[in-house]
């Protein structure tokens, strides 16, 4: 894993944000538009909303690294790590999609992606041996960026998720007779415990999501 690289690149698009303000002046237009079920704090929503995206993609260097010592410690390193460099691949060399953003809005798009993805990992983890690899939840962190960067475009980002993940893991990867050595370990207490550390990261941040909010 390479994510010094990624860090660094988180570091310069802070720099970025510090210098221009673009981030926090998009997030200040967005905030009257923003579907009513994300709730934030009355006082000083666009701070709080620009911490939570600061952190969504500071978080992403960190899970990846997490993730790929739990794998190795489970044993499965082999299966994982792949998973893991596509979604590190998704900062270093950004899909065509995303391109013309820059700074924090650019790396948002990019965080989005490598979420998603681990995401989707766990979904399937959870499929095929009744938990997660990774038990954190950020079902509702990922589901607050993808309004923030507008349900069209967070479409097509899911878009380009599924289909690079139908390429890499599929039921059949999961059909191994070797795969079934890895149950055991993938329940141990230290994969367990290693991931204590990683509670729901929208709650942590002050920002929720009240699913039964009507739209407006």
Request: proline residues 6%; hydrophobic residues 45%; glycine residues 4%.
């Amino acid at each position: 894993m390479n994510t010094a690289a990624l860090r660094e690149q988180i570091q310069k698009a802070l720099q970025h944000e510090a210098e221009t303000g673009l981030l926090s002046r998009q997030l200040t237009a967005q905030l009257p538009t923003l579907h009513p079920a994300i709730q934030l704090p009355d006082a000083n929503a666009n701070d709080v909303l620009a911490r939570f995206v600061a952190a969504y993609i500071n978080e992403v260097p960190d899970l990846l690294d997490a993730a790929n010592v739990v794998a190795r410690e489970a044993g499965i390193e082999s299966q994982i790590k792949p998973v893991l460099k596509i979604a590190e691949q998704y900062f270093l060399q950004p899909p065509t999609i995303t391109a013309g953003h820059v700074g924090l809005n650019s790396l948002l798009d990019e965080a989005y992606l490598a979420h998603r993805f681990v995401e989707e990992v766990n979904d399937l983890y959870i499929k095929h041996f009744g938990q997660p690899l990774i038990p954190l939840d950020m079902t509702v962190a990922n589901l607050i960026a993808h309004q923030l960067i507008g349900e069209a475009f967070a479409n097509q980002l899911d878009a380009v998720v599924h289909h690079t993940f139908d390429e890499m893991l599929n039921d059949e990867t999961f059909a191994l007779e070797s795969v079934e050595a890895y149950r055991e370990k993938l329940s141990s207490p230290e994969t367990g415990a290693a991931w204590k550390r990683w509670p729901c990261m929208s709650r942590r941040l002050g920002v929720g999501l009240e699913l039964d909010q009507p739209a407006a």
